[in-house]
């Protein structure tokens, strides 16, 4: 059974960078499947922060593209996120998530949380 | 941009009843890049329905989803304990092509 898995800093001070890793088990992530972020604020619903394939193409969410990068480390198979100049806005659960098509996602991890305080 | 509005915002509901979720797109969409989603308390979202109307993998056939151009909507026949829940409809496309989420439908126990 295909596990991802989360980790990363879970306090970033406001106008730092957020990163986070994702470790993917039992499948490549060059496996032609895709693989993104989704976020959710505390008590609130879900957005979508970008995608990688094959651990080149990428697609990101138009409100976030200027902040986003996702990137992608065959060797460890992992994937990564960064997000730049964060603000309280940008505390949320964190879920790397993956699927074959692009247009939804079967895998997702159980979630992390990031708190931007300082 | 595609907006997704869920309807109702909560639905209370007592089990063995049936659950009609709607979710309605901004402008006409093709129904088979529309999903659902449920998320229980604490835990991350599980994909029931996929391309519309096709279920995923291990979802029971009480689920079903239906619909085409801007209505779309997830039922479930007969609501079984597990099934209270926030379900989220999300679509993908558009241009540039983005994945977006409907703001959820909570079924509460009534």
């Known amino acids: 059974q295909v596990q991802l898995q989360e980790s990363g800093p879970g306090l970033v001070k406001p106008s730092e960078t957020l990163s986070l890793t994702c470790t993917v088990s039992?499948?490549?992530?060059?496996?032609?499947?895709?693989w993104g972020w989704i976020r959710q604020p505390p008590g609130k619903g879900l957005e979508w922060i970008g995608s990688i394939y094959n651990s080149g193409t990428t697609q990101y969410n138009p409100s976030l593209k200027s902040r986003v990068t996702i990137s992608g480390d065959t060797s460890k198979n992992q994937f990564s996120l960064r997000v730049s100049s964060v603000t309280a806005a940008d505390t949320a659960v964190y879920y790397c998530?993956?699927?074959?098509?692009?247009?939804?996602?079967?895998?997702w991890g159980q979630g992390t949380l990031v708190t931007v305080s300082s | 941009e595609i907006v997704l509005t869920q309807s109702p915002g909560t639905l209370s509901l007592s089990p063995g009843e049936r659950a009609t979720l709607s979710c309605r797109a901004s402008q006409s969409v093709t129904s088979s890049y529309i999903a659902w989603y449920q998320q229980k308390p604490g835990q991350a979202p599980r994909l029931l329905i996929y391309?519309?109307?096709s279920r995923a993998a291990g979802i029971p056939d009480r689920f079903s989803g239906s619909g085409s151009g801007t209505d779309f909507t997830l039922t479930i026949s007969r609501l079984e304990p597990e099934d209270f829940a926030v379900y989220y409809c999300?679509?993908?496309?558009?241009?540039?092509?983005?994945?977006?989420f409907g703001g959820g439908t909570k079924v509460e126990i009534k």
């Open positions: 391309a519309s109307s």
């Open positions: 998530v993956g699927d074959s098509r692009i247009t939804w996602y079967y895998y």
């Open positions: 039992r499948l490549s992530i060059n496996s032609g499947h895709y």
């Open positions: 999300q679509h993908y496309g558009g241009s540039p092509p983005t994945l977006t």
